[in-house]
């Protein structure tokens, strides 16, 4: 007996790369860290409890019967993360290049099935060189039993992907389905093929940096949410995000307990500029509505037009959605849709109450955004908007024009309160193209056509130019000054709090893709 002990004890130990983990805090100076040093950072001290040391794969093609290693190249268990249950699975570059194997995919596969029984996040530290090559078509069944449960756990439970190391060919396909994607820079890429085959194929010159690196993905094709310095930054931030959501879909945000004290912000009152059409940064208008330092921003690189990203409003989670006016003025195209849309889904799946700051002049025109879909992605974010059934709070701080209006969580599409500004803007469009429209020929006959443009645009804008139109209508609940917008916000989500809506029963929609 005690010699099976001892034999247990040594196996494990040589698992653990020789030595525990007590070391690794005195060793680690910022650089790539070992699988098992990524799970040690990412938990609650000492809260991982390993599933599936043991595990070995099954190969017996190419002498691999003669190659095996415990736990076969992936760490799988669970721990806590701020107390709350998490499961994780970290790849092992130094086994097979972190390969999926048959039985790797097995371990991933059964984290992921307690996870759902359980209603916990998952959250996966990928650095692999993918399917297993020895094992060919078992490795790639390995995938798609992965890929097959992302797909049933979406919006059951958050899904987090880290990508620590090589993520190519398709094993980018679990981290596209999750949540989140979080890349490190300069040691991770993700491509569905790489610069050999590009070269042979277009006969273009890349490097994998180029091609798949954080920054490409961060700020090209938008596949990374989020980018981290090192691996340890990595962690944290994992750790950050997960402090915004909840469990399951079936539990609410993780709050802070926060007692209300003087909530006005008069720092509100100075940012939107005299000058209707001078820029000026929504992020300040953010940092003035929310907690100190809450605000977590998401895809902060891509498609900058659109902010969105979590933050606690009187210490509770809220997500942001907002126009940029420094970055294309505000405008909505393509990318900013699907951003946009993405994030306010996921805050649905997630009963994440959203607050939407409008300063928008409406959809970008031209042949490059009506030959890339403007009109099924500008669809994607009126269907989320619509469908969403979580607390919906909006609040128009200046131009709110065309169907972009009706777009960014209008009244007309389910918001529960509209908030405006007395310097917002809500019409059809701008008043000097609507007056070269609606008064063209009376321009034109006029004896000082500059002028009557001048006289009629003025007309318009005192029109439209403005909230109370809108208000008088009851499209606006209430128009309200910059200062008070954090105590009015803060009250209107309390009030929201405990918002139910029942949608008819339907297998689901189908939102346009
Ligand atoms: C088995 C692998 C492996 C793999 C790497 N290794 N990838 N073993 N299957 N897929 C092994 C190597 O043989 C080597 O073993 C060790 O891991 C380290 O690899 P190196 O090549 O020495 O490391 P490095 O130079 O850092 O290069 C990393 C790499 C490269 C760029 C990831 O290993 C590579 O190109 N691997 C193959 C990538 C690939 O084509 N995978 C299949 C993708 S298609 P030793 O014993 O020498 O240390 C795919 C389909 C998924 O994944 C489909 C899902 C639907």
């Not at 048959?102 to 990928?126: F, Q, R, S, W, Y």
């Not at 609606?438 to 034109?444: A, H, L, S």
Request: with cysteine; aromatic share 8%.
């Amino acid at each position: 007996m005690d010699n099976k002990i001892e034999l247990l004890q040594n196996k494990i130990k040589s698992a653990y790369l020789g030595g525990g983990i007590d070391r690794i805090e005195k060793q680690h100076k910022g650089g790539k860290l070992t699988a098992r040093e990524r799970v040690h950072f990412l938990l609650d001290p000492d809260s991982f409890e390993e599933i599936g040391l043991m595990v070995t794969h099954r190969c017996t093609d190419f002498g691999m019967e003669n190659q095996q290693i415990l736990g076969d190249g992936v760490i799988t268990g669970y721990g806590t993360i701020h107390s709350r249950l998490v499961y994780v699975f970290a790849q092992d570059f130094t086994v097979f290049g972190g390969s999926l194997s048959e039985t790797h995919a097995e371990k991933i596969c059964k984290l992921m099935d307690l996870a759902m029984k359980n209603g916990a996040p998952v959250i996966g530290l990928n650095d692999s060189g993918g399917a297993r090559i020895q094992e060919g078509v078992s490795s790639l069944g390995g995938y798609a039993d992965i890929f097959y449960r992302n797909t049933l756990s979406s919006g059951v439970i958050p899904q987090i992907s880290a990508i620590m190391g090589p993520c190519a060919g398709g094993a980018v396909y679990s981290p596209a389905i999750t949540d989140f994607t979080i890349m490190v820079e300069n040691s991770s890429y993700m491509f569905v093929t790489g610069p050999n085959v590009v070269k042979t194929v277009t006969n273009e010159t890349v490097t994998s940096e180029e091609l798949g690196g954080a920054s490409t993905h961060a700020s090209k094709s938008g596949v990374t949410h989020l980018t981290a310095h090192n691996d340890l930054d990595c962690l944290n931030r994992i750790r950050t995000l997960l402090s915004y959501i909840p469990q399951n879909c079936e539990s609410k945000t993780p709050n802070i307990e926060y007692l209300l004290k003087e909530e006005f912000r008069p720092v509100l009152d100075n940012i939107i500029p005299e000058n209707a059409n001078q820029p000026y940064d929504m992020k300040e208008v953010i940092q003035g509505i929310v907690d100190d330092e809450s605000f977590f921003e998401i895809h902060e690189q891509y498609a900058e037009n659109i902010i969105v990203g979590f933050a606690r409003l009187a210490g509770r989670s809220i997500g942001i959605i907002a126009n940029q006016p420094i970055s294309l003025a505000g405008v909505l195209d393509v990318n900013s849709s699907k951003k946009g849309g993405r994030f306010v889904r996921f805050c649905d799946c997630f009963n994440i109450p959203m607050l939407v700051l409008v300063d928008v002049p409406g959809f970008l025109p031209g042949t490059d955004q009506e030959w890339n879909g403007i009109i099924t992605n500008g669809a994607k974010l009126l269907y989320a908007f619509s469908e969403a059934t979580v607390p919906r709070i909006t609040l128009i701080t200046r131009k709110a024009y065309g169907g972009a209006y009706d777009v960014m969580n209008s009244k007309h599409i389910g918001a529960d309160l509209n908030f405006a500004w007395p310097t917002a803007e809500i019409a059809v469009m701008g008043a000097k193209g609507a007056s070269e429209i609606i008064f063209r020929k009376e321009i034109v006959e006029a004896a000082d056509p500059a002028q009557k443009l001048l006289e009629k645009e003025k007309e318009y804008a005192d029109t439209f130019a403005n909230p109370y139109k809108a208000a008088s209508r009851g499209f606006i609940d209430e128009v309200i000054l910059p200062n008070d917008s954090r105590r009015k916000l803060i009250k209107g989500f309390a009030m929201l709090e405990n918002k139910k809506v029942d949608r008819p029963k339907r297998k689901h929609g189908n939102i346009p893709l």
